[in-house]
């Protein structure tokens, strides 16, 4: 067993100008007058970041913040591991672009993806998570001939004009209003919100009822659901999905690409319901901040013809060296035990401070492993804006990041490998900031 690498910095949290400070606002400012206004993230942190090491982020006024966000549940072993280190490192020297010509690192990476998915796989390169998407969308189509895709509501699959019908993020479709619509959108068992009285029988009985009555191409669906505020479904949802698709023989494909590499505690998120899935989009942690995404697929979908899916960058050599000793570390140490133990008692504690301390309106703590939400309502239909509360957080040294359809969940996806101790200082400060909201009434 390898032990756990994490090089953080341990007396984390440390403010020493409130942020932004002096050098931040400067390099801040510069970014407004060179880059487009269309920027999202630099409007919720506003700091320039110097460097980063294992859960911890140094800002150029040189505060250090515990990094709860992971560049967005990207950076699971954290930042700079050494073990990433050396694999880009010695990739350097080989080679870093030869398109689809082979090379050793290619074919290594494939053999180990291969024993970590429970189905006889093939792979196809891609670059983005929705380059990954749409081929994979595209193999099912290509496969069954048929039409439509059925998402669901709180999806998100990529805002690229062939994702953005997929995905349910309603501000995203409006700057692009002419979308692939060809999408069967269907209730997520968002049990927190769910109009139904049995929520994951009746999801299932409409997708039953779509799939019987229309020319469906296939199923896309994400285990925990990333973007629209970390909602785990109930137990049998994608079991149910697998034994609908598979009466009708179209592909389930499973949206791996916030949940995979060992997020949730296992792998693939999908190895909770013991289901073997037609395809798989894998991206963000597989290439730990490379650019690197991939599309698992079982080998009967092999039938695609030369060239089927192009693009200049996929498959960088540098990104599988980072996947192949990603994966290697994960199946040889006891990464994915951390993540289930430290993930419940992140969750219970966040629970626990939420009970004591919130008093102004309802809230739901849920999640599974290293995906942990926490959302925000006066009533269930009453949804409040988290963005306040990230704003506390970050002038105490923490950053985390919303996430739901109506921004009102706050998540916790730190790095995997992130010590104990940092959860504890993150927690205290997590208890500060609602109970201060309560006297600021946000
Ligand atoms: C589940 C899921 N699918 C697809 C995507 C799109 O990936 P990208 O942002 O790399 O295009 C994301 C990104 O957050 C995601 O969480």
Excluded at 27 to 44: D, F, R, V, W
Excluded at 106 to 131: P, Q, S, V, W, Y
């Amino acid at each position: 067993m390898e032990e756990i690498l994490d090089n953080s910095i341990l007396d984390a949290p440390k403010i020493v100008v409130t942020p932004p400070g002096p050098r931040s606002a400067e390099i801040l400012k510069q970014q407004e007058e060179l880059e487009t206004s269309a920027l999202n993230y630099p409007k919720y942190f506003s700091i320039a970041v110097k460097e980063a090491k294992g859960s911890t982020i140094v800002d150029v006024d040189n505060n250090v913040y515990i990094d709860w966000f992971a560049g967005i549940a990207v950076v699971n072993l954290g930042h700079n591991n050494p073990i990433i280190r050396q694999a880009v490192d010695s990739q350097l020297d080989k080679i870093w672009h030869y398109m689809e010509i082979p090379t050793e690192i290619r074919i290594e990476f494939m053999k180990t993806l291969r024993r970590t998915l429970n189905f006889d796989a093939k792979f196809l390169f891609t670059t983005t998570g929705a380059d990954a998407v749409e081929a994979a969308v595209k193999i099912a189509r290509w496969n069954s001939g048929k039409r439509y895709i059925i998402a669901f509501n709180e999806a998100y699959h990529g805002v690229s004009a062939a994702t953005i019908g997929l995905s349910n993020m309603l501000n995203h479709r409006k700057f692009q209003p002419y979308y692939d619509n060809n999408v069967i959108r269907l209730p997520y068992p968002y049990e927190y919100r769910c109009p139904f009285k049995d929520c994951l029988n009746e999801v299932l009985s409409l997708v039953d009822y779509e799939m019987k009555n229309n020319d469906v191409a296939g199923i896309i669906v994400e285990p925990v659901a990333g973007e629209g505020g970390y909602i785990v479904p109930p137990k049998g949802f994608l079991k149910g999905l697998r034994e609908i698709t598979t009466e009708y023989n179209v592909p389930l494909i499973i949206d791996e690409i916030q949940t995979g590499v060992g997020r949730t505690g296992k792998i693939w998120a999908y190895e909770w319901e013991g289901i073997k899935p037609d395809i798989v989009t894998i991206s963000k942690g597989i290439g730990e901040g490379i650019p690197i995404s991939l599309v698992a697929f079982n080998k009967d979908l092999d039938k695609l013809p030369q060239a089927f899916h192009l693009g200049t960058y996929r498959g960088n050599p540098i990104g599988m060296a980072v996947g192949n000793a990603t994966l290697n570390y994960i199946m040889n140490s006891n990464l994915l035990e951390r993540v289930i133990t430290l993930g419940d008692f992140t969750k219970k504690r966040f629970d626990e401070i939420m009970e004591d301390n919130y008093k102004q309106g309802k809230y739901d703590v849920r999640g599974l492993g290293f995906m942990i939400g926490i959302e925000f309502s006066n009533e269930r239909k009453d949804p409040i804006s988290v963005k306040p509360f990230i704003d506390i957080l970050l002038k105490k040294g923490i950053i985390m990041y919303k996430s739901g359809i109506y921004d009102n969940v706050l998540r916790y996806m730190a790095p995997l490998t992130i010590p104990k101790l940092l959860i504890d200082r993150g927690l205290e400060k997590f208890e500060e900031t609602i109970k201060l909201s309560n006297q600021i009434k946000i």
